[in-house]
């Protein structure tokens, strides 16, 4: 059995630890409040640009100038990995890692044999994971995350939209968790690049545009605006979702501190309760050896 300095110790440690985790879980809960409202009024506004972006590319399909929409065939791809600053969020980082691994295995097997597949981190955590692993990484923008804003998310989609441009790249994939709710993630994988038209079935209505001023400045303006604001509602899901898992991580540990408190309180009252017992029994030996004599 422990002696009672050995678990006073512990519990003084675990007492610090439970404050530690409650501030955290507190401050998780304030940024949780901000980045949910900023996805919540983010994503109507992101969701119908696609949805014209999308209609766009049907309506350009042979369209040389649709750049945006170009089908080529895959030789090179661009992962955009979205993960978080810190750790301290459950599986928050691992559920993107293990998601870039998986499409790496299943999808672009044969392209990440030949060294044709490259991985843009947006976070430290998916910078220092993927650093360390055999293949192309860019880091330019791992840090994007510590100061979300648009503009910084901007020059972002600037540089994947001249990749694409350019040829380097012939198909751009992002990977990032988007927020349900406080205790739920789910992990997403969309296509950033070329932009996907929408489904033969629907009814030309609804692809049929008249430009106004004319094509080629709707072109040149609403197509980069669309996936640069298609990319931030990505990273604000994102977001959102690493300040829900840092909470509910925080919240658990919080209780299982809790747990281990009454755990080692009750060893606490034990070995102490068997301490009294032993100086009692070693009293009354004494006393009872001192009659005998």
Do not use: H
């Not at 790249?169 to 927020?179: H, L, P, S």
């Amino acid at each position: 059995m422990p002696n009672l300095k050995e678990v006073k110790g512990r519990i003084n440690s675990v007492i610090s630890t439970q404050q530690i985790t409650k501030a955290m879980k507190m401050v998780a809960a304030a940024k949780l409040r901000r980045s949910q409202d900023r996805i919540t009024q983010m994503r109507p506004f992101a969701q119908k640009l696609t949805a014209i972006l999308q209609n766009l590319s049907a309506s350009q399909e042979q369209n040389a100038d649709a750049w945006y929409s170009a089908q080529r065939e895959v030789k090179k791809v661009l992962i955009v990995a979205v993960s978080s600053d810190r750790g301290l969020c459950g599986s928050f980082n691992s559920n993107v890692f293990k998601g870039v691994l998986k499409l790496l295995a299943e999808r672009y097997q044969e392209q990440a044999q030949a060294g044709n597949v490259t991985i843009l981190p947006i976070g430290k955590k998916a910078f220092e994971f993927f650093s360390k692993r055999k293949g192309n990484v860019v880091g330019q923008f791992a840090g994007l995350i510590q100061n979300l804003n648009f503009t910084g998310v901007a020059e972002a989609g600037d540089f994947l939209m001249e990749e694409f441009k350019k040829g380097n790249y012939d198909k751009i994939e992002i990977v990032y968790n988007e927020f349900k709710n406080v205790a739920t993630q789910i992990l997403r994988t969309e296509q950033f690049l070329p932009v996907m038209p929408v489904a033969k079935e629907q009814s030309t209505s609804e692809v049929d545009y008249i430009y106004q001023p004319d094509k080629e400045e709707i072109i040149t303006g609403l197509i980069p605006k669309s996936l640069k604001v298609q990319l931030f509602k990505a990273l604000l899901d994102s977001n959102a979702a690493e300040n829900g898992a840092r909470m509910t991580a925080m919240d658990k540990a919080t209780e299982n501190a809790g747990e281990l408190l009454k755990e080692l309180k009750l060893t606490y009252n034990r070995t102490r309760q068997a301490a009294i017992t032993k100086e009692i029994l070693e009293i009354v030996a004494g006393a009872e050896a001192l009659k005998s004599a």
